[in-house]
């Protein structure tokens, strides 16, 4: 079974650019949840879909968004780079998004890594 | 405001020992708890978790104890291996509410197994 597929795995962006990053979930998973991890914060929460539709924001900009395919593929974009969006970031997948039993922990991608210049 | 906590950076432990890393929290509503291990590289990796409604929840050489009133849970792993020198998080979930998708992570824990 294909765990979650993130792309590109590495990429470096100036400040004032957009990114675009993918991730691909565990087939049969319906809930995409997207994280940032930065030496200072931590990791932390950016948002979630399921069917398509935005369930669960963190506290981000709204520079960052996201978008869910029918086919239950996510993408998130931040546009207008800064210096501080450097980080990875993770994509997670569950069946329901409830993380709340074993059939429903948040399996992680391997992340995208960030560099703005 | 951080929510979970692990106030040890880092852990160093022999081979063949006992591995305790511990994890506090503030939030009430939290009912659902997990450990997920990281190597460098790669994204977390979930290990065990455990249900407010229990005190203890075992995996092999893994377990997780939660001490509700004292909002405190601990990962026990008997016997070390270097294998498992990664980075330790914990994780916390409001499973009953409408917080789909959103783990609230602690900072982490360094824990090195020496042979």
């Known amino acids: 079974k294909a765990g979650v597929t993130q792309t590109p795995r590495y990429l470096i962006k100036t400040r004032g650019q957009q990114v675009t990053l993918s991730c691909s979930p565990i087939?049969?998973?319906?809930?995409v949840s997207w994280y940032q991890q930065t030496p200072g914060q931590g990791l932390q929460f950016l948002f979630e879909y399921f069917s398509e539709t935005q369930r669960n924001k963190g506290n981000f900009p709204g520079r960052f968004s996201g978008r869910q395919f029918s086919n239950s593929r996510s993408e998130m974009n931040v546009s207008t780079l800064e210096l501080g969006d450097s980080a990875l970031y993770l994509c997670a997948s569950s069946q329901t998004g409830t993380g709340d039993s074993g059939a429903n922990v948040l399996t992680f991608g391997a992340g995208s890594r960030l560099t703005v210049l | 405001d951080q929510q979970v906590k692990q106030n040890s950076p880092s852990l160093s432990v022999q081979e063949g020992r006992i591995s305790i890393l511990n994890c506090d929290y503030t939030n009430s509503m939290f009912d659902y708890f997990l450990w997920y291990k990281k190597y460098p590289a790669e994204g977390p990796t979930f290990l065990i978790s455990i249900s407010s409604i229990k005190d203890k929840n075992e995996d092999g050489r893994f377990t997780v104890f939660l001490n509700k009133s004292a909002k405190h849970l601990s990962l026990h792993i008997v016997p070390s291996q270097p294998g498992d020198s990664a980075v330790y998080f914990c994780?916390?979930?409001?499973?009953?509410?409408?917080?789909?998708?959103?783990?609230?992570f602690g900072q982490g824990t360094i824990l090195t197994v020496h042979p």
């Open positions: 087939s049969g998973h319906r809930s």
């Open positions: 994780a916390a979930m409001d499973a009953g509410g409408t917080s789909y998708g959103k783990l609230t």
